[in-house]
């Protein structure tokens, strides 16, 4: 999807005085898809940068059929590793899809697979097949996202003793490492071939000499998904203040570098959608576009 097409399915930005807090939009499901293939262009260009080696060690892959996506890991538990990324999103999804991904995730013996769920998935009644099947709604992120319409100037967020830096492969290493030691991850190794590569772009935060926290940004066809922080504000870490500075200076970059759809995730959702996360996203120009349900088989299920 060009750029010029992003622009005509971003919602307007509102000139009307707004309450405080973020702004939820009422997306549309051409807007939702969108949103959602910055995430999935992301992870295709980051598995296909992953060395054949640290892959084969894993049993590391990414699939595809059509424009559906989904990962499997057969070594590292982690839900990026073994998820479905957007069933239902490009066109409707059907039983048989669900049976033969599950068949997937069994013949591999990973007991964990995970599924996204919005409400612009189709058909709705997508969360009632998974549920059939035994998976339950385990978790969700708030997704959200913003234009190209420039910050203000003057900084929005500073502190003393902060600096933010882009990571170059002089710093790779200790990017990575910070990554995997946050995590408890083995993937210094494929982290590290990220650094330099065409679309990608990532930072840490650094408090004196010592690396505080890190955010990474991945821009395509004029749309750019923002992840790969650590460590996660309110699930990770009690501050939301170094996730903050971080995303200041990803949007600031994103939008000299062209990018009209920013997208990132606030993952410690709260029900009245107030709270850190939601007043500096909403300081940063995002806008909530819908809550994306999470879901798996329960830890003790045993597929």
Known sequence: MQSAALSELLPATSTEPQRPGIAVEDVSRDMSRAIERAE?????????????????????????????VWTTCTTIPFIHF???????????????????????YRAAGILRPWFYASPHTEPSRLRCWLEARGLQRQSGWERIFRDATPLAAEPLFAADDISVEEVTPETASEWAS????????????????????????HYMLRRGEAVAAV??????????????????????????????????????????????????????????????????YARLGFRIAYFRSHYSYLPAHSG
């Open 40 to 68: 999935v262009n992301a992870w295709l260009d980051l598995y296909d940068a992953a060395p054949a080696d640290f892959a084969a060690r894993h049993g590391l892959s990414i699939a595809r059929d059509g424009d559906l």
């Open 178 to 201: 910070f990554i995997d030691a946050q995590y408890r991850l083995p993937t210094s190794p494929w982290l590290k071939a990220l650094v330099g590569r065409k679309g990608w772009h």
């Open 215 to 280: 955010r990474s940004l991945f821009i395509s066809d004029g749309a750019a998904w923002s992840g790969m922080d650590a460590p996660v504000p309110g699930i990770m870490a009690p501050s939301f203040d170094l996730d903050a500075l971080l995303g200041e200076r990803i949007v600031r970059d994103g939008i000299a570098a062209g990018v009209k759809l920013f997208v990132a995730d606030i993952e410690a959702p709260r029900p009245d959608r107030d709270g850190p996360a939601y007043r500096n």
């Open 82 to 104: 073994n998820c479905v990324k957007n069933i239902g999103v490009d066109g409707p999804a059907t039983e048989d899809q669900v049976d033969a991904l599950l068949a997937h």
